[in-house]
């Protein structure tokens, strides 16, 4: 268990570092277009009749997100503000989930409603992990270890599910995006480059979690399968 943790945080630290790294470098190229990552949300939003949506500026570093429950875009001030090829790849990215969230798309309606049943799995499997680290010994005198495992893969199957089911969520806003960007000439050939390169990096980052969930998981289960051996 130790080592796949470590494996896949080391996997993510080095896919994180080279996501940020082509963020930085498509930063310093401005657009043609000269258009904001406000701006370019707004066009996206406007052609696709989506008027109930607004776009706003959030503090920090790549805090960029569609939040449906209020239905804003919240865009980083670098993004907001920015007039480059990355700005311009987010903040379409982002509208890419408003525009799912206006069309019904099936994989977000799906990851959605997982959303309370990942959250309350994910703190139970942390208790418990908690308790098996500190509290080992009262753990296993009170419930049967099988039993205590069979809990762990339940928890482990929604996060892992709920990591699925997020890729072709993210990898859909992003062919929503760049498809937008290209059809209305809101980035050239090499800009549309950059922005393809930046979004290719951001989705790498839930493969990674998801392979990461998937990998854990299948610990638990040969686990319990050598238990029963």
């Known amino acids: 268990m130790l080592f796949i943790f470590i ?17 930085k470098t498509y930063s310093e190229t401005s657009l043609a277009k000269n258009l904001s990552g406000a701006e370019i949300a707004e066009h996206m939003l406007r ?27 919240n865009l980083s001030r670098d993004v907001y503000y920015g007039r480059n090829a990355a700005a311009a790849a ?22 959605s409603a997982m959303v309370p049943v990942q959250n309350a799995s ?28 069979l ?29 937008w960007l290209t059809t209305r000439g809101i980035v050239m050939n090499n ?8 979004l290719k990096w951001a989705a790498m980052t839930y493969v990674v979690a998801a392979l990461g969930a998937i990998a854990t998981l299948l610990y638990w289960v040969m686990m319990l399968m050598g238990r029963r051996d």
């Open 7 to 23: 494996v896949f945080a080391l996997l993510s630290l080095v896919v994180s570092w080279r996501f940020k790294s082509k963020i």
């Open 47 to 73: 052609d696709n009749n989506i008027h109930d949506v607004r776009v706003i500026s959030t503090e920090g570093q790549l805090t960029d997100h569609y939040n449906p429950l209020d239905k804003t875009v």
């Open 90 to 111: 987010i903040a379409a990215h982002e509208c890419g989930h408003a525009l799912q969230h206006a069309q019904s798309y099936s994989f977000l309606k799906f990851r």
């Open 122 to 149: 994910a703190r139970l499997l942390n208790i418990i992990i908690m308790v098996m680290m500190f509290g080992g010994m009262f753990l296993f005198k009170s419930f049967p270890f099988q039993y205590v495992l």
């Open 151 to 179: 809990t762990i893969i339940a928890c482990q199957s929604v996060i892992t599910l709920f990591s699925v089911i997020t890729l072709p969520v993210e990898f859909d806003a992003s062919r929503r995006a760049l498809a």
């Open 191 to 198: 800009e549309r480059d950059m922005a393809k390169d930046a």
